[in-house]
């Protein structure tokens, strides 16, 4: 199995070409700003808005797609209670709201050069070693997660047609157990080659 | 070539309160050949030896030198001085893309943003994979991984190479290139295998039977003996 989750899609447009600080700061910008979607129309809007970035962006529809579609079963079961504890309307307003905010952080990534991403939080963060902060580190840490992905995509997917070749049926546990470690494995792993790259401090 | 040197080298792994477990004993070596191998068994000792060579697992007593420094002492020097590419390149693999895993390593080595496109550029071309510069990694086949992890480890210049079992992914015709690949690099290499056809041609070859060196000669010769050595078990 492969992901498109939050992986750069190379292109030449405006949205790729704008500076990764920007794109960050407008970003958090939109993150206060859905404190301002307070109604079932506003995100109609807001969602038309982010379309028509995602065009602008000519990211295709499948790959868009692809970035949302993981939150699906999540941000049904939140509707659903939303629903019940406090209306349709707010439904519409949360769930909608965390799906533009998921969406507009993917549109990041996907325009976005990873290595962009960690020079901005590196030069950001710069004035924090003064107070013992490592920005390389935080740098390192934000490659590392979007890195983390696709790889973890992949054992899932790799322990899921174990479980299927030996015909055992869905089980929570018996997906949970295998995936957590590989993960750590992998995890354990990455560090040596961390080491090894010249990453020990 | 640098040399390395083993003296009275031993590493003990810790198991629970009781004390540690020699994994590698007696090891005391020179070696400054262009290509050398290491081959044995599983848990003879193989992978140990290769990782102290850049200080991934220094010595419980001995010293390990590489071009005159000790491991155990100034290991960000050595790491500097020795590539490691791992068995999976997966582990290996840090950035998303192909371009920007080859530059991770040249991070904090202060140079200019020109030079780390530069030296990109090259290597990617040099191991045919300039084609896949902005490509997932995760994307790439297993051969062409192993040859990410090598160019983002020669991209940083190291005089010495240090390969774990780089053949087990890959199928008859990446095991051809790499082999092809290394053979030609002007860098010292090291290369743990179970591959003999891959290590035919080096120029020493070590032979690892429970944690010690019980041959050290010619490919051919070094064969012969892990081969008699497997029959008599």
């Keep these: 199995m492969t992901t498109s989750l939050g992986l750069f899609h190379p292109g030449t447009s405006i949205v790729h070409r704008a500076p990764a600080g920007l794109k960050l700061a407008l970003l958090v910008a939109a993150a206060v700003g859905t404190h301002w979607l307070g109604s079932p129309a506003r995100i109609g809007y807001a969602a038309l808005g982010v379309a028509a970035l995602y065009a602008l962006a000519r990211i295709p529809v499948r790959v868009a797609w692809a970035q949302v579609r993981p939150l699906l079963v999540l941000m049904v079961v939140l509707g659903a209670f939303q629903t019940i504890v406090a209306g349709w309307r707010a439904a519409v307003v949360i769930v909608g709201a965390l799906v533009l905010l998921a969406a507009l952080a993917a549109l990041v990534t996907l325009t976005t050069r990873t290595t962009a991403l960690v020079d901005t939080v590196v030069r950001v963060l710069g004035p924090l070693r003064h107070v013992g902060v490592d920005p390389e580190r935080i740098g390192l840490l934000l490659a590392l997660g979007i890195r983390a992905v696709p790889v973890v995509a992949g054992f899932a997917a790799e322990v899921r047609d174990a479980q299927r070749a030996r015909g055992l049926t869905a089980s929570p546990t018996a997906f949970a157990v295998p995936l957590i470690v590989r993960s750590l494995r992998h995890a354990d792993a990455q560090g040596d080659a961390l080491l090894a790259r010249g990453f020990e401090d | ?233």
Excluded: W
Aim: charged share 25%; hydrophobic share 45%.
């Design chain 2, 1 to 233: 070539m640098p040399l390395i040197e083993f003296e009275g080298v031993a590493h003990d792994y810790v198991v629970g309160a009781t004390g540690g477990r020699p994994v590698v004993h007696d090891l005391d070596l020179r070696l400054d050949e262009h290509r050398i191998a290491v081959i044995g068994g599983n848990g003879s000792g193989k992978s140990t030896f290769a990782r102290m060579l850049n200080a991934l697992i220094v010595p419980t007593s001995g010293t390990v030198r590489v071009d005159g420094l000790d491991t155990a002492k100034d290991a960000r020097a050595v790491r500097r001085k020795v590539g490691f590419c791992f068995t999976d390149p997966d582990a290996q693999i840090v950035m998303p893309t192909v371009a920007e895993d080859v530059a991770f390593g040249l991070r904090r080595r202060g140079l200019s943003k020109h030079e780390i496109a530069e030296r990109v550029d090259s290597v990617l071309s040099r191991f045919g994979l300039a084609g896949h510069r902005d490509h997932p990694a995760h994307l790439l086949s297993g051969g062409q991984k192993q040859l990410l992890a090598l160019a983002s480890v020669l991209v940083t210049t190291p005089q010495l190479l240090v390969m774990d079992e780089p053949t087990t992914l890959l199928d008859l015709a990446n095991t051809r290139i790499l082999a092809e690949t290394v053979r030609d690099l002007d860098e010292q290499v090291v290369v743990v295998s179970h591959d003999l056809e891959f290590i035919a041609d080096f120029d020493r070859v070590l032979v690892f039977a429970d944690g010690a060196v019980v041959c050290d000669d010619k490919p051919a010769l070094a064969v012969r003996h892990y081969r008699a050595l497997v029959e008599s078990r």
